[in-house]
């Protein structure tokens, strides 16, 4: 029972690093009206219609941030 125990401290030990390197490479979105302009830009460049953030899928709210993310050089107000 022991060696179980210490082999999951060793793996949540070896894991935690991994988890904050994530963290620093992902920040938390947020969203806000401010970032209106940026989610109408998206949708044009994807060829879809304007819908409301709110009624966005979760899928699609993901697809928006990893996009926001790798243009975030040009919107200077990416939180």
């Known amino acids: 029972m022991k060696r179980i125990a210490g082999a999951l401290v060793l793996s949540f030990?070896?894991?935690a690093p991994t988890g904050a390197l994530y963290a620093q490479d992902h920040p938390?979105?947020?969203w806000s009206q401010s970032e209106d302009p940026?989610?109408?830009q998206?949708?044009?460049e994807h060829h879809?219609?304007?819908h409301d953030w709110s009624k966005a899928k979760k899928k699609e709210q993901d697809a928006y941030w990893k996009w926001?993310?790798?243009h975030q050089?040009?919107?200077p107000d990416h939180h």
């Open 73 to 75: 050089d040009q919107h």
């Open 42 to 44: 998206y949708l044009q």
């Open 38 to 40: 940026q989610w109408r």
């Open 28 to 30: 938390k979105h947020e």
């Open 13 to 15: 030990g070896l894991l």
């Open 48 to 50: 879809k219609k304007y």
């Open 68 to 70: 926001r993310d790798q």
